[in-house]
């Protein structure tokens, strides 16, 4: 399952982050690295952009980003 495909509000952990060069850098600098956990906040009205949350660290993604990060549920 990728970030973009959750629902409201649920948790999951980041289990492999697919994107190449200065994109997969970037995301890697925000955190979005394997084992983290992430909150799916909400998406736009539109559908793009989604908001997501890692700790205290709140981070607004486009869904092309998103579905660079694969991710699994928390149980």
Same mark, same amino acid.
């Given at each position: 399952?990728?970030? +973009?495909?959750?629902? *409201? *509000?649920?948790?999951?952990? @980041?289990?492999?982050? +697919? #994107?190449?060069?200065?994109? =997969?850098?970037?995301?890697?600098?925000?955190?979005?690295?394997?084992? /983290?956990?992430?909150?799916?906040?909400?998406?736009?009205?539109? =559908?793009?952009?989604?908001? @997501?949350?890692? =700790?205290?660290?709140?981070? #607004?993604?486009?869904?092309?980003? #998103?579905?660079?990060? /694969? @991710? =699994?549920?928390?149980?």
């Amino acid at each position: 399952m990728t970030l +973009n495909e959750l629902k *409201k *509000k649920m948790p999951c952990r @980041v289990t492999r982050v +697919n #994107a190449k060069g200065m994109l =997969g850098q970037r995301l890697a600098d925000m955190g979005f690295c394997p084992g /983290e956990e992430i909150l799916f906040v909400r998406k736009a009205p539109l =559908g793009d952009p989604i908001h @997501v949350q890692m =700790g205290t660290y709140h981070v #607004a993604l486009r869904l092309a980003e #998103a579905k660079e990060i /694969e @991710v =699994g549920e928390i149980r």
